[in-house]
């Protein structure tokens, strides 16, 4: 690792097509400082990137990457860190990618504690295929599928994320560029899952959760004094349906990361040119 | 390419020995009860002193999913041969309920030996002619320290009845239950000389004419799924993820506990979508990676087939088939898969496709199938079937010589070499388009290495690309590594019978053994084939030649529509005759015999 990375060397040289004014380039942004100021290069980061206009990112940004299947981002970055615990890896999706297909993985990527990070780009819409409603979008919330609205109560991803057993459960607003580099860089540097729920505002497909809805309406954490390692203090912010909260909900200081827990903690591409030395050992097992 | 015959190993000499109609060598033996009877260590355990006396084994099961409550049995064919099919036949059987005796019916003959308990609730009912050897199993097991160990007094007796020298028991049992203490080994090699002794004392057989030979070869005995797990140890597999399902999850077992060792690490996904990406994440990273499933499992995976294939990810999946469609029976035999393993995913996806022949080849091919997938970077799809996975039998230790593996990590490139592939503004080609297809590959923590690869069709960097020329040089590309691996590596084929015959029998995967032997009793009748057995799907050897010189072709496998027949088919155009077997059974040998000659006297199937 060098110490004089810039964020700017985590830019790709790839002309992002977000639309004008769209949260992502904040949410970008602020992950690309994140991981500079965390000592990281491109060389030595593993960027996830799952599908929707948040999983451009992975083209966005400049490090090894992959842009995988739709909401299968988590596992992926999971394989990334088991196999090279010495790899930075950043996994990052849409709300869609993350609360609906991928709301498996979610539950269990949580559970399992590895030591990477995630940042759901949270726009309360599917904004690829052109507005449709997302597990996060409001019960009245009118789409093209849902003329009437969903009829159905948004998930609350830090909620899930509590009931899975999270170590680091954050939420950050993309415009607000400071306080969600520096929850971002919290995640990072956390011993172990480090989840932040990004506000990302469509400005295309959701007149609702705007840019403006959002300055308004948020409330930081940080303000109100709140104690991340107090868990009863975090449940009771993380069941609040009537606040939008920005800052670190909760985290476990004795977190212990999988990789620790399962003692996994070897670079796993290298191997010898032939068998192991002892591997006869493994045929004699069989007499 | 193939259409050159192999050097065949001992595995197809035949001695000329009829060793099927001789009892005095070849045994079939079986232990049957209710799932949850401790029938499978049972089994094992006579197995394994088989196996130490020198003597080949090969053992199959049947089994329901059920833990409790089904019947169950563990099938052991051995002889001083090298044993490679089960048979339509039964000599002795440790029966523990009466239901083992009717399920065993067809397969019993007036030579059988049926040891059962006597003092138990059920009464035996046995076919009179047969031999019925009553031992109070419990009772004696208890003497020797607890009811639990009556399967080791029947062990025990049916030493005595076959005169095998109960002393080889001993170091099976050690090796069972060496974990719990000498006692309870004391306990249990006493249990198996009460059942002996009890036989002898009782019984005046004479040993039914058996005199289990024993030689000085020291065996190992292992199953498909061990050979797998095994093979990808030796081939630096470093990473394993997978959920489980029958019959696939012995591999996952067998990895665990041992691939730590290495510095590898297994983890249980949450199902099989996570599984196979988060293999593909190991892979990505750098780490030999491999996931396995079966059924279902496969059809889940299948989602990311494409994507494997265009990041051009070294992947190996392996898939153990069982009978589906959908849950089907699961646990029972079936080569259904062999058109999802080519043609799954949407889109057009280059793979290889390597389906072992045999529980040695399964150790081997899990080796090349490694290579091949770092070679090509490409998904490698390694197919095995239930029959093979819980069939264990013996090889000498040689056979799967450490000091053969090869590894061959393709054109993995380091901080040096990375730099002969940066374009002119230093950005690494990881989809670089060259005349063999392949493209260099660089692993996370290479200096000036990092790029991104994804599912959208995309540039030599790895950039999504809808231009219409891009995406035509990366499909070209994609489909070249193919071509060149069709060039550039072995897809020979396995052969065995004579050379010259007229009726040539074509089979892919695991009917290799049996059809070995059905050649004993096809020869037996004057029946001259020539067999050939396919380990590779795609790409596969050409076979136009051996089916044009030939006037019979038969297909052999285990599915209703014969997947590959319609493959031997297209390729050659012609027709072929097929032998399918769905009932959820292997084949056997002198079933197959039986089979081929039938086929042999039915017309050409009309062009
Ligand atoms: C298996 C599968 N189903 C559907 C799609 C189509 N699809 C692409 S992105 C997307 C949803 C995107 O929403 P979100 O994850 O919130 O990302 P956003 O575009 O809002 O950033 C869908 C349904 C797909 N790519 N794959
Ligand atoms: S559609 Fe919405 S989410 Fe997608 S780029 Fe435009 S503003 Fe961003
Ligand atoms: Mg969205």
């Known amino acids: ?287 | 390419m193939g259409g050159e015959s192999v050097e065949v190993s001992e595995a197809f000499s035949f001695t000329g020995e009829k060793v099927l109609h001789n009892m005095a060598e070849d045994l079939n033996w079986a232990v049957g009860g209710e799932a949850g009877d401790g029938i499978d260590s049972t089994g094992k355990i006579f197995a394994q002193a088989l196996s130490r006396a020198g003597r080949h084994v090969f053992t199959s099961k049947d089994f329901a999913s059920r833990i409790r409550g089904g019947y169950t049995a563990y099938k052991i064919r051995t002889s001083v041969d090298r044993v490679q099919s089960v048979v339509d036949r039964l000599d002795i059987l440790v029966a523990l309920t009466q239901r083992t005796i009717d399920e065993n019916l067809d397969e019993l003959h007036a030579d059988s030996a049926i040891i059962y308990d006597g003092e138990r609730s059920w009464e035996a009912e046995i076919p009179e002619e047969m031999n019925a050897v009553d031992v109070p199993l419990k009772s004696l097991a208890e003497d020797a320290g607890g009811a639990i160990m009556r399967n080791i007094v029947a062990l025990g007796a049916a030493c005595e009845i076959t005169g095998f020298n109960v002393e080889y028991l001993d170091e099976a049992l050690e090796k069972r239950f060496g974990g719990k203490g000498s006692k309870i080994v004391e306990n249990n090699k006493a249990a198996a000389r009460a059942g002996q002794e009890y036989v002898q004392e009782h019984y005046d057989l004479d040993h039914l004419g058996y005199d289990l030979e024993t030689t000085d070869n020291d065996y190992v005995l292992l199953n498909g799924n061990e050979a797998i797990g095994m093979g990808a140890l030796a081939a630096g597999c470093r990473f394993y993820a997978g959920y489980p399902i029958t019959p696939a999850t012995s591999i996952m077992e067998y990895l665990t506990g041992r691939i730590e060792e290495y510095g590898g690490h297994v983890v249980q996904a949450e199902d099989e979508l996570s599984a196979i990406n988060m293999a593909l994440g190991g892979a990505r990273a750098g780490a030999r990676s491999m996931t396995a499933t079966s059924g279902a499992g496969i059809d889940l995976m299948t989602e990311t087939f494409g994507l494997i294939a265009t990041s051009e990810t070294p992947l190996v999946i392996t898939d153990v088939q069982r009978s589906g469609p959908s849950t089907g029976m699961p646990t029972k035999q079936e080569q259904g898969d062999l058109n999802m393993a080519l043609y799954g995913g949407h889109g057009e996806v280059p793979r290889f496709v390597v389906a072992p022949t045999s529980i040695d080849e399964c150790f081997w091919k899990t080796i090349e199938a490694f290579n091949l997938a770092e070679k090509y970077q490409t998904p490698v799809f390694l197919i095995s079937d239930l029959a093979m996975s819980v069939t264990e039998q013996t090889f000498a230790p040689e056979t799967f010589d450490m000091d053969a593996v090869e590894i061959d990590r393709g054109k993995l490139v380091d901080d040096d070499s990375v730099d002969e592939w940066l374009d002119e503004q230093g950005r690494f080609r990881a989809h670089a388009v060259t005349d063999d297809g392949v493209s260099p590959r660089a692993i996370p923590g290479t200096i000036d290495g990092a790029h991104m690869s994804t599912g959208l069709e995309h540039d030599e960097l790895g950039r999504r690309t809808e231009d219409q020329d891009e995406r035509v040089q990366q499909v070209d590309k994609r489909s070249r590594k193919v071509e060149t691996a069709k060039e550039d590596e072995n897809w020979e084929y396995r052969e065995f019978g004579d050379e010259d015959a007229d009726n040539l029998i074509l089979s892919w995967g695991s009917n290799e053994g049996a059809l070995a032997e059905a050649l004993d009793y096809l020869e037996d009748d004057g029946i001259d084939v020539r067999v050939i057995s396919v380990p590779y799907i795609f790409p596969r050897p050409d076979l136009t030649d051996e089916i044009e010189a030939a006037d019979d072709v038969i297909v052999v496998e285990c599915n209703a529509t014969g997947q590959f027949a319609d493959l031997i088919e297209h390729d050659v155009l012609t027709r072929v005759k097929r032998i399918n077997k769905y009932t959820g059974v292997r084949f056997k040998a002198d079933e197959l015999a039986e089979q081929i000659t039938e086929k042999l006297s039915e017309e050409v199937p009309a062009q």
């Not at chain 1, 990375?5 to 790709?12: A, E, M």
């Not at chain 1, 990052?92 to 030591?115: E, K, L, M, Q």
């Not at chain 1, 999270?166 to 560029?177: K, V």
């Open chain 1, 1 to 287: 690792m060098s110490s004089d990375v810039r964020f700017t060397d985590f830019k790709s040289d790839k002309q992002p097509t977000w639309c004008p004014g769209c949260g992502d380039f904040g949410t970008m942004n602020g992950m690309m400082k994140a991981l500079a100021e965390t000592g990281n290069d491109p060389d030595n980061t593993f960027v996830v990137a799952g599908i929707g206009c948040s999983g451009k990112i992975g083209t966005y940004m400049h490090s090894y990457a992959l842009h995988g299947v739709h909401g299968r981002a988590l596992p992926v970055g999971t394989g990334v860190k088991m196999a090279r615990p010495d790899i930075e890896v950043m996994v990052a999706g849409g709300d869609g990618d993350g609360y609906s297909i991928g709301a498996g993985h979610f539950v269990h990527a949580v559970r399992r504690n590895v030591d990477m990070t995630y940042c759901v780009m949270d726009n309360r819409i599917y904004g690829l295929t052109k507005g449709q409603a997302s597990p996060t979008s409001r019960s009245d919330f009118e789409t093209s599928t849902t003329p009437e609205g969903p009829k159905q109560p948004p998930v609350n991803p830090l909620a899930l994320a509590l009931a899975s057993g999270a170590s680091f459960i954050a939420q950050s607003f993309a415009s607000d560029a400071l306080r969600h580099q520096e929850i971002v860089q919290k995640a990072v540097e956390h011993d172990g899952f480090g989840f932040v729920n990004v506000f990302s505002p469509c400005v295309t497909f959701n007149d609702v959760d705007t840019y403006d809805y959002f300055r308004d309406n948020l409330v930081d954490l940080e303000d109100e004094g709140h104690d991340p390692t107090d868990y009863e203090a975090a449940k009771e912010v993380i069941l609040d349906s009537d606040k939008e909260y920005q800052g670190i909900m909760y985290q476990d200081e004795n977190s212990v990361p999988y990789h620790e827990q399962h003692g996994v903690t070897e670079d796993m591409s290298e191997i010898p040119d032939g068998a192991p030395d002892d591997a006869m050992d493994l045929v004699r097992e069989f007499y």
